[in-house]
């Protein structure tokens, strides 16, 4: 082999090396995201479960009734 052939295949192996390393961090960003997107699906659930149980807690207070719970004018 030729120096130019010498330095051919240190670069693609370099480019080889380098390219597998991003693979093996994108596949780790990309376990960590969804990771994070099951963890904030479960707290936007369990907030909105907050929300509902404050709102129904607020009603309580201030009329003893929920929403739901009452009845309509004409009724």
Do not use: C, W
């Amino acid at each position: 082999m030729s120096e130019i052939d010498h330095v051919l295949v240190a670069r693609v192996d370099e480019l080889e090396s380098r390219v597998a390393f991003q693979e093996d961090t994108l596949a780790q960003l990309n376990d960590q995201i969804a990771a994070q997107d099951a963890q904030i699906r479960l707290l936007v659930s369990r907030l909105r479960e907050m929300t509902t149980r404050y709102q129904d807690l607020s009603y309580e207070m201030q009329k003893g009734l929920k929403p739901a719970d009452e009845k309509p004018p004409h009724y």
